[in-house]
């Protein structure tokens, strides 16, 4: 019961932005998009999340499309410790996190 | 500043033995996860427990699966009778009390990686 679709892989040049994308055109009103990232051997870290508006901390931005059934994060400025595999999830608010394949990024130097 | 701690953080049984994997929330959360990962894949829910209370285990195997978070101490995952699919990386989380109409986010330990031979 996939709700997210991300391309499995991608490269990406240190310094430059890396610009991550998922459908979930099956999003409900209430659901959010989640981004999470884990990085080898280790547990899942936040990145970021959003509703409907785009959002950004200190990691990383959250393009939300109006129509809600995609979105992007961006990684301003990649570095080397960005590799890792991320995960772009949807949920309304509750507790169960439900991960897919993700989209195994590697930052090239 | 400790976060969710595990341990141990790599153990190794044989089939037929019990595998204990604990977990410590961050200081003030009260709300345990856990999740397994088999290999090549992504992280799955197993079962959400309050200190005392298991809320959901819709996640967990129905047999050699248990789990506890007990009012004193950390939460522990019990698997009886391993076997060589048990073999994954297990990650707990923990939050503090959910909030409706909030953010919760999940903070996860570094994981258990169990390897049954």
């Known amino acids: 019961d996939a709700k997210t679709t991300q391309p499995p892989s991608m490269d990406c040049a240190e310094g430059r932005a890396a610009n991550l994308p998922c459908n979930h055109s099956t999003i409900s009103g209430n659901e959010y998009v989640y981004w999470y990232r884990q990085i080898h051997s280790q547990g899942p870290q936040y990145i970021i999340h959003?509703?409907?508006n785009n959002e950004t901390n200190e990691m990383a931005s959250l393009i939300i499309t109006e129509d809600r059934k995609s979105s992007t994060l961006i990684l301003p400025h990649a570095t080397l410790r960005d590799t890792a595999v991320y995960y772009c999830i949807v949920r309304a608010n509750d507790y169960k996190l439900s991960f897919g394949a993700g989209t195994t990024v590697t930052v090239r130097a | 500043n400790a976060g969710v701690m595990q341990n141990p953080r790599h153990l190794v049984r044989r089939r037929g033995q019990e595998a204990r994997l604990r977990c410590s929330p961050v200081k003030g959360h009260s709300h345990v996860y856990w999740y397994r990962q088999l290999p090549e894949e992504g992280l799955k829910f197993m079962v959400y427990l309050q200190k005392e209370n298991i809320i959901d285990e819709s996640g967990m195997p129905k047999e050699r699966f248990s789990a506890e978070f007990p009012k004193e101490g950390p939460s522990i995952l019990r698997i009886q009778q391993v076997v060589r699919g048990d073999s994954a990386a297990y990650f707990c989380?923990?939050?503090?009390?959910?909030?409706?109409?909030?953010?919760?986010?999940?903070?996860f330990g570094p994981g258990t990686r169990l390897t049954v031979l």
């Open positions: 959003g509703l409907k």
């Open positions: 989380a923990s939050s503090p009390p959910l909030r409706s109409g909030s953010h919760n986010e999940q903070f």
